[in-house]
């Protein structure tokens, strides 16, 4: 089992994932968020590494602090967190605005995958190595 700190004295849990295709790897500062159905990333990452968020017949419905929207799902190749890879996995594409300490969001659908044990008592994240 892998194990990753938190700070308890920050107001939200901040990781950092890595989508990618064939060719193109990049880094997002993520917060964890229990909260949230599923992973939330930026339009431009989308774009960045080939998928195409607004030819996506896929949208849900969200609720920000300001208003509902309806946002595209996708599927990114690759998405890694704490270690894990998942292949094919699909996150949605919405901007956080701009003052966010973070550029997307690690949802519910990636933490029921990854088997996530986040253990408050001990400021830790425990993920099952594969």
């Known amino acids: 089992m892998s194990k990753f700190k938190f700070n308890p004295k920050q107001s939200i849990i901040i990781c950092h994932a ?6 193109v790897e990049l880094s997002l500062k993520m917060a964890l968020d229990t909260g949230a159905t599923y992973t939330m990333i930026p339009f ?38 704490f270690g894990i890879e998942i292949k094919d996995m699909e996150v949605i594409c919405h901007n956080l605005p701009s003052q966010s300490p973070v550029e997307g969001l690690l949802g519910l659908n990636f933490l029921k995958k990854a088997k996530v044990i986040i253990d408050f008592s001990k ?8």
Not at 123 to 130: A, D, G
């Open 123 to 130: 400021n830790i994240i425990e993920v099952p190595t594969i």
């Open 44 to 81: 431009e990452a989308a774009i960045a590494i080939g998928c195409e968020p607004l030819q996506s017949q896929r949208r849900i419905e969200i609720t920000t602090g300001s208003s509902i929207e309806y946002v595209p799902i996708i599927t990114i190749p690759k998405f890694r967190v």
């Open 18 to 23: 890595e989508i990618a295709n064939q060719r």
